[in-house]
């Protein structure tokens, strides 16, 4: 039953940062790093500190825009 509960909590935490990354701009496929110890941080890393691929589309859309 403890099992069950651990893979539920798991398939949840995965969709979710899948969710997350993907609404960044990144590939989905880079939430399996959060499953990583060590790469998890580096996941954070990326998703705290370097620009989104989303935002780089919103600012040139706008250099667009004012032409």
């Given at each position: ?41 580096v ?10 691929p ?14």
């Amino acid at each position: 039953m403890i099992f069950v509960f651990w893979l539920i909590l798991f398939t949840l935490n995965l969709v979710c940062f899948w969710r997350i990354f993907e609404k960044a701009g990144f590939k989905g496929a880079y939430a399996l790093m959060m499953v990583v110890p060590i790469l998890n941080i580096v996941g954070l890393v990326l998703l705290a500190f370097v620009e989104w691929p989303v935002h780089r589309l919103v600012n040139y859309l706008d250099e667009q825009r004012r032409r």
